[in-house]
Nanobody
Framework: QVQLVESGGGSVQAGGSPRLACVAS???????MGWFRQAPGKGREGVAA???????RYADSVKGRFTISKDNAKNTLYLEMNSAKPEDTAMYYC??????????????????WGQGTQVTVSS
């Protein structure tokens, strides 16, 4: 069983750089992990993902601004959000697949989920 706990959310000004963290308990070393977000009235969308070999992928809306990374020694996943925009405002969720590789941004492909951390970007 895998448990995920996010932290690092809060309120920032546009252009700020919040950093989210997700501490995992249980085996996540060889699992694909990712960050999703959900704004009020919208569906959950994939933001960034990292395979067990370190390969990363990003949604077009955050490419070049966000960076996903993983510290296996600390069992922690990170999301650095540079040049934050008001449209980045959402609840951010950490998620883990049951396998090592990424296949799609479909949330149903990810087996384990954290409770989420709110990020609010004001203009």
């Amino acid at each position: 069983q895998v448990q995920l706990v996010e932290s690092g959310g809060g309120s920032v000004q546009a252009g700020g750089s919040p950093r989210l963290a997700c501490v995992a308990s249980g085996y996540t070393y060889r699992r694909c992990m990712g960050w999703f977000r959900q704004a009020p009235g919208k569906g959950r969308e994939g933001v960034a993902a990292i395979d067990s070999d370190g390969s990363t992928r990003y949604a077009d809306s955050v490419k070049g601004r966000f960076t996903i990374s993983k510290d296996n020694a600390k069992n922690t996943l990170y999301l650095e959000m540079n040049s934050a925009k008001p449209e980045d405002t959402a609840m951010y969720y950490c998620a883990s697949r049951g396998v090592s590789w990424f296949t799609s941004w479909d949330p149903a492909e990810f087996r384990y989920w954290g409770q989420g951390t709110q990020v609010t970007v004001s203009s």
